[in-house]
């Protein structure tokens, strides 16, 4: 079965400090990788994708992350954070099998990062 | 503004009682989803519905059900029978009921307690 760990529960940073949020995921085959942010108060957001191509994706508010096959990683950075980045931070992973139905979205359990101005 | 609502944003009740939770969505898309939330343990699903009048269970359907009698709405009851219903709960859509290359849109939630 699919799943998906995080590495840290909660991470507390200072501004402009660099960012890296670990995510590991159990799956043999093809898969499609997501980062969702939860702000404070707002709703859950696609922060950015990896389905194919560069294993380097850039997204939204300067955070980018790296697909690292042999790994199976799919690390979040920022190099210089912020404190509107404070949030919750969830790694989703789906794995591409046989299209016989609708293959799910699993999430992993959330890190929750505080930047402290 | 197009988007997904979710009605009420804070609901109690008393066990025993059912509940339902509401979700509507203005953006002509075709898939819904229902997730639960709890700490530490990220969205699980719960049902999800490709089309109209079609839904299927998710990973953790028990003491749920739902329907989806129009497009744009795909109501949760949360039922006596579920046996520790008191979680954060989320509706999403989809432009189409196929993940791939489809972003989930997500609602602002509900937080149910039960008393």
């Known amino acids: 079965a699919q799943s998906v760990s995080q590495h840290n529960h909660h991470v507390i940073l200072s501004e402009a400090a660099s960012l890296e949020l670990g995510c590991n995921y159990s799956?043999?085959?093809?898969?499609?990788l997501f980062w969702y942010v939860q702000y404070p108060g707002q709703h859950l957001q696609l922060l950015l994708k990896?389905?194919?191509?560069?294993?380097l994706v850039k997204g939204i508010k300067g955070f980018e992350a790296e697909f690292i096959k042999s790994k199976f990683s799919f690390n979040l950075r920022k190099p210089s954070v912020q404190w509107s980045d404070t949030a919750e931070y969830f790694c989703?992973?789906?794995?591409?099998?046989?299209?016989?139905?609708?293959?799910?979205?699993?999430f992993g359990p959330g890190t929750s990062l505080s930047v402290i101005p | 503004d197009g988007g997904i609502t979710q009605s009420p944003k804070y609901l109690f009740r008393k066990e025993g009682q059912n509940v339902t939770l509401s979700c509507e969505q203005n953006?002509?898309?075709?898939?819904m989803y229902w997730y639960r939330q709890d700490p530490g343990q990220g969205l699980r699903l719960i049902y999800y519905?490709?089309?109209?009048?079609?839904?299927q269970k998710g990973d953790i359907a028990e003491g749920y059900s739902v329907s989806r009698e129009k497009k744009e709405s795909f109501p949760l009851t949360v039922t006596s029978a579920q046996k520790n219903p008191t979680a954060f709960y989320l509706c999403?859509?989809?432009?189409?009921?196929?993940?791939?290359?489809?972003?989930?849109?997500f609602g602002p939630g509900t937080r149910l307690t039960v008393l």
């Open positions: 999403a859509s989809s432009i189409s009921g196929g993940w791939v290359y489809n972003e989930q849109f």
């Open positions: 990896y389905f194919s191509g560069d294993p």
């Open positions: 799956y043999g085959g093809t898969v499609n």
């Open positions: 953006l002509n898309h075709d898939a």
């Open positions: 519905s490709q089309i109209v009048n079609d839904f």
């Open positions: 989703a992973v789906n794995g591409v099998g046989k299209k016989t139905s609708y293959d799910k979205v699993i």
